[in-house]
């Protein structure tokens, strides 16, 4: 890793509001030497390269997510486990997998079969709003 980035290869596997802002801060931030992204929607991947929130575009979870240190899934919380079990063979050890879902009893049950040993699971949530 450089001296400035904490990640070598960051994945975002979900382009929406949440992942594509994800992107912009790490890259703004140089959180990241190299953030690779994965949508559905190609309309959505083209636009999240062209915006610069994101280094590469993937047409599949299980490619955007080669040979990352971070692999964040933004996708809403019923597509979690057939997002997990398409990614678990291409994890690397020592990788950290997190997710944005709102909720955590599905994203643990529907997740967790699917991490594999030597990959760090930490269930995530997206924090917004002001505080007072």
Partial sequence: MGAETHFDRVALIGLGL????????????????????YARSEATRKRALELGFIDSVHESAAAAVEDADLIV?????GALGQVASEIEPHLKKGAILTDVGSVKLAVI???SPY?????HFI??????????
């Fill in 123 to 132: 269930p995530g949530h997206p924090i917004a709003g002001t505080e007072e």
């Fill in 18 to 37: 949440i992942g594509s802002s994800l992107g912009h801060a790490m890259k703004r931030g140089g959180l990241a030497g190299h953030v690779a992204g």
């Fill in 73 to 77: 899934v933004c996708t809403p919380v």
């Fill in 109 to 111: 049950r529907d997740m």
């Fill in 115 to 119: 991490v594999p040993d030597g990959v």
